[in-house]
């Protein structure tokens, strides 16, 4: 899932668009990567009023004494509330506190039944899953019912609907009228049939994209089909989840108030929850310090050394995912290239890009630096650990020290170099490029951070920063060259990481084999391919070939260029307690308690 929490992911500042650093300093520049300079009531932003804020607790935290209320910021504004049109994790935490699903997560992390009585009974060939659901109520007091999923599924998978995410439900056999293989034997219960077995299908009826929508508000919104997220753009929509959306000042605050007809509704702790709608870090940050803020997952990034370790309210979480950057491959960057020579270009960008440097001075927070697009404890869905002694690349000795060969891979690609006498060159013809990113101090930093390490042979680079929203369509529509990029995986398998790159994928912001190809973008047909072959075999031990066979496919390409592997930061204040968070970046706050 597209990722714009923690870590250096969410760390958000106010928008500012950067040029070539010149000859400063990378050490120096990292230690003030941060814009300080406040804008017009930054002092004062909390998104929402936290009443009795100002207290302070034995160990010297400011907190409110609103005990029913928790104060959140997770994201700024949100670009989907309909759970199969988000593609983003902060537009996923939202979907999992308003939506129930068959499945979801325990305090641990373990999948556990959420609206399902128990987990799904499995046929003896692995293809067949019956799951028998409870009896519950929408948020407007209609029953909901077994249908209910087979309508959302199935509206997932619609051309009209346009899901990044309806390739999930490939694994769903078809029926003659390309609907999902997906029967309701009786109002409470779901027979499934897979096209092979999946070792990660329970982990998929606990994704958002797999959540139930109300289907008469769905279609009362939208008639004619032409804006299917209309339903859930203001406040008051219907839903069955812990929560509903009471009050939305857009791009300030977001108000939720418990749901009475929630099926555990006896069991949520928390009355309301009231989210901050900010991209500034700095804003964010002061909102928490002021008692006005009780979670966060972001600071300013020239914090994060001073509390890392010292302050008992800032956490680390283990995550599941990849920070990388993203080449588009049909840039006119690599006009008059072969297939090759572009992937040779982008090859020796990887090798000039310091991760050392970035996890130890820009994150901060323990990341590890990676050499695999598929994260480090991702397991093979064979019992194993799917990277093992994979390596693409010494990710430890990347950036200064691969100069040279950075150097001969330009050259093999058509480059000439001139020696500036101080360990840089000079390219020709000149290379000049836009690295696109959203607002953030931690993203801007790694920014500036490639852009010094670029500049070694003297490729240019100009960081543009851009609102969220915005920055995603841009992914998404291939006008980029070179972006920031993040991807947490939505369950534990390789296979995820891999079929965001396909062809009909609308996750694929490097644009492998879409739209109009150019000569130097690689054929993805075998890719494809391969990755149908991956969902289609039962025999999971040549699954684990394959995968390893579609990242070795994928690297060849060095479109996709790993920095890091993900953890995720947050500050918590110490009177708030039951905060569940996986792995995959969902946070359930239905469970919380505040003293």
Not at 305 to 314: A, D, H, M
Not at 380 to 398: C, I, L, V, W
Not at 399 to 419: H, I, N, R
């Amino acid at each position: 899932m597209k990722k714009k929490l923690v870590s250096v992911l969410l760390v958000a500042c106010m928008a500012l668009s950067l040029t070539a650093c010149g000859g400063n300093n990378k050490k120096d520049n990292a230690a003030n990567n941060t814009n300080t300079e406040k804008t017009d009531g930054a002092d004062d932003a909390s998104g929402s009023d936290a009443g009795n804020a100002g207290e302070s607790n034995e160990g010297g935290s400011v907190t409110n004494s609103d005990t029913n209320v928790l104060y959140i910021n997770l994201a700024s504004e949100p670009k989907y509330l309909d759970p199969a049109l988000s593609s983003t994790v902060d537009g996923g935490c939202l979907a999992v506190n308003t939506f129930a699903g068959l499945y979801t997560y325990d305090e641990e992390g373990k999948l556990i039944p959420d609206l399902a009585t128990a987990m799904p009974e499995v046929s003896e060939d692995g293809t067949v899953y019956t799951v028998k659901i409870k009896e519950s109520k929408w948020s407007n007091g209609d029953d909901l019912k077994a249908q209910d999923f087979i309508y959302s599924w199935n509206r997932a998978i619609a051309q009209e609907t346009a899901a990044d995410y309806a390739y999930l439900f490939d694994i769903i056999a078809r029926k003659d009228d390309g609907t999902l293989s997906v029967e309701a034997t009786d109002d409470y219960t779901l027979v499934i049939t897979l096209i092979s077995p999946c070792p990660y299908f329970n982990d998929l009826m606990a994704f958002p994209t797999f959540l139930p929508v109300h289907q008469a508000s769905v279609e009362a919104a939208d008639p004619d089909k032409t804006n299917p997220g209309k339903w859930a753009e203001e406040p008051g929509f219907v839903c069955n989840g812990a929560y509903t959306l009471e009050s939305w000042n857009h791009n300030e605050s977001m108000v939720y108030k418990k749901n009475a007809n929630y099926h555990d509704a006896a069991n949520v702790t928390m009355e309301e929850l009231q989210f901050m709608l900010s991209a500034d870090d700095t804003a964010i940050y002061a909102a928490y310090n002021s008692g006005n803020v009780d979670y966060i997952d972001t600071v300013p990034n020239d914090e994060i050394s001073s509390l890392n370790g010292t302050n008992p309210e800032f956490g680390i979480l283990d995550n599941l995912g990849t920070y990388y950057i993203g080449f588009n491959v049909n840039d006119p960057v690599f006009d008059g290239k072969t297939v090759e020579e572009a992937a040779k270009m982008r090859q020796a960008m990887n090798l000039l890009i310091d991760r050392q440097f970035i996890v130890e001075n820009i994150g901060q927070s323990g990341q590890v630096p990676a050499d695999t697009f598929v994260p480090l404890g991702m397991a093979d869905g064979n019992g194993g650990e799917f990277k093992g002694d994979t390596s693409y690349y010494d990710a430890t000795n990347t950036g200064a020290a691969m100069v040279e060969d950075a150097k001969k891979l330009m050259e093999e690609a058509g480059y000439s170099f001139t020696d500036n006498g101080d360990g840089t060159y000079k390219i020709d013809p000149a290379i000049n490029m836009v690295y696109l990113t959203n607002e953030g101090t931690g993203h801007v930093a790694i920014a500036q951070a490639v852009q010094q390490d670029l500049a070694l042979l003297g490729i240019g680079l100009e960081i543009q920063t851009q609102d969220w929203n915005v920055f995603l369509e841009n992914r998404k529509q291939g006008s980029f060259t070179i972006a920031r990029e993040g991807w947490l995986a939505d369950y534990n398998d390789p296979v995820n990481m891999l079929e965001i790159f396909t062809s009909d994928s609308g996750n694929n912001d490097m644009q492998l084999g879409k739209g109009d190809k150019s000569d130097s973008a690689p054929d993805w047909k075998e890719y494809d391919a391969l990755v149908s072959e991956i969902r289609n075999t039962a025999d999971f031990a040549k699954r684990v070939d394959l995968m390893h066979k579609a990242e070795d496919m994928l690297m060849e390409t060095w479109a996709v260029v790993p920095l890091y592997y993900y953890n995720d930061i947050y500050m918590q204040k110490p009177n708030v307690e039951g905060i569940r968070a996986t792995v995959f970046g969902m946070k359930y706050f239905m469970y919380a308690t505040k003293k």
